[in-house]
């Protein structure tokens, strides 16, 4: 074949996870073998950002090519803020995990609360229509997974904070949305619950979305909530069950550690970018194989 006749160059689309750390994430493996297996042409790195450099560093990865960033901590209302177009559930949600870059700007996304209820219907087997959900905490972490818990239609979600004023808020936000869907959030009324004591009946779902596994400590949660049949979920994870994770155990509950919902809110992502939903299931199956052979 001549020169003249030889096939063009097909470079792969560049995309990245912005933070600071960011050196211990997993997602360029997790993206890495998202292209593989759908077969697009990714390339996917790590960019460290300056705590005060946030927007200069994704404006020159913009500049130089870029298709899209996955944000995490500090930066996720920083990414809020830049977006010029927001998804409903990055709007709800105050906080933005997925940016994507358009001919016509900036758009942000926020794919943590799907990835949460895609592992715990999918992965984990446990339908949320009908159920009952306990809440842990009020803060970044839990705004962002209520819309996408809401929209699978629970019977109630009860949200526990340590100070009320969070919680309120946090019912408030979504009251309507609650309202729309069907589902009896605290209550519903102004009695609403803020902690303990929590209604002494056994839940279906309760989620800690605390940082307190970061610390090992333990959110506050009446021993009730527990029961045989109870979904136990962090949203944290390590190479170890978290100290919620075993409390649950103790008390009779099925645990289970926020590993999942990572790798299915960054599916989500990749089909906010790429318009192809990669499998979770493999990946997350890698992973957890990755993480045994490291407690080992």
Same mark, same amino acid.
């Given at each position: 074949?001549?020169?003249?006749?030889?096939?063009?160059?097909?470079?792969?689309?560049?995309?990245?996870?912005?933070?600071?750390?960011?050196?211990?994430?997993?997602?360029?493996?997790?993206?890495?073998?998202? @292209?593989?297996?759908?077969?697009?042409?990714?390339?996917?790195?790590?960019?460290? @950002?300056?705590?005060?450099?946030?927007?200069?560093?994704?404006?020159?990865?913009?500049?130089?090519?870029?298709?899209?960033?996955?944000?995490?901590?500090?930066?996720?209302?920083?990414?809020?803020?830049?977006?010029?177009?927001?998804?409903?559930?990055?709007?709800?949600?105050?906080?933005?995990?997925?940016?994507?870059?358009?001919?016509?700007?900036?758009?942000?996304?926020?794919?943590?609360?799907?990835?949460?209820?895609?592992?715990?219907?999918?992965?984990?087997?446990?339908?949320?229509?009908?159920?009952?959900?306990?809440?842990?905490?009020?803060?970044?972490?839990?705004?962002?997974?209520?819309?996408?818990?809401?929209?699978?239609?629970?019977?109630?979600? &009860?949200?526990?904070?340590?100070?009320?004023?969070?919680?309120?808020?946090?019912?408030?936000?979504?009251?309507?949305?609650?309202?729309?869907?069907?589902?009896?959030?605290?209550?519903?009324?102004?009695?609403?619950?803020?902690?303990?004591?929590?209604?002494?009946?056994?839940?279906?779902?309760?989620?800690?979305? &605390?940082?307190?596994?970061?610390?090992?400590?333990?959110?506050?949660?009446?021993?009730?909530?527990?029961?045989?049949?109870?979904?136990?979920?962090?949203?944290?994870?390590?190479?170890?069950? &978290?100290?919620?994770?075993?409390? @649950?155990?103790?008390?009779?509950?099925?645990?289970?550690?926020?590993?999942?919902?990572?790798?299915?809110?960054?599916?989500?992502?990749?089909?906010?970018?790429?318009?192809?939903?990669?499998?979770?299931?493999?990946?997350?199956?890698?992973?957890?194989?990755?993480? @045994?052979?490291?407690?080992?």
């Amino acid at each position: 074949m001549s020169v003249s006749e030889s096939k063009p160059v097909v470079h792969a689309d560049r995309y990245a996870v912005v933070g600071n750390p960011v050196a211990h994430s997993k997602s360029p493996y997790i993206h890495a073998q998202f @292209a593989l297996q759908t077969g697009e042409r990714v390339e996917y790195d790590r960019l460290l @950002a300056p705590l005060d450099g946030f927007v200069e560093n994704v404006q020159a990865f913009h500049a130089a090519g870029g298709r899209g960033l996955n944000v995490t901590v500090p930066f996720k209302l920083e990414a809020h803020a830049l977006a010029q177009k927001l998804s409903p559930r990055a709007a709800a949600a105050g906080a933005v995990n997925t940016l994507r870059f358009d001919a016509d700007g900036i758009f942000g996304d926020n794919t943590d609360g799907f990835g949460l209820v895609r592992d715990v219907e999918v992965n984990l087997g446990v339908s949320l229509e009908g159920a009952r959900v306990l809440l842990l905490g009020a803060g970044g972490a839990a705004r962002g997974v209520v819309l996408p818990m809401l929209e699978r239609r629970p019977r109630e979600i &009860t949200i526990v904070n340590r100070t009320a004023p969070k919680a309120h808020a946090l019912i408030e936000q979504f009251a309507g949305a609650a309202g729309e869907f069907g589902c009896l959030l605290n209550g519903g009324g102004p009695e609403a619950v803020y902690r303990d004591p929590v209604d002494p009946k056994p839940y279906d779902v309760i989620v800690n979305a &605390t940082a307190g596994s970061l610390d090992a400590a333990l959110p506050e949660c009446d021993e009730r909530a527990f029961g045989t049949l109870t979904l136990a979920y962090d949203m944290m994870y390590g190479t170890q069950p &978290t100290v919620f994770m075993r409390r @649950a155990q103790a008390l009779g509950a099925r645990a289970a550690d926020g590993l999942g919902m990572l790798v299915e809110q960054a599916a989500e992502s990749f089909f906010v970018w790429r318009g192809v939903r990669p499998e979770g299931a493999p990946v997350l199956a890698a992973l957890r194989a990755q993480l @045994a052979a490291q407690a080992a």
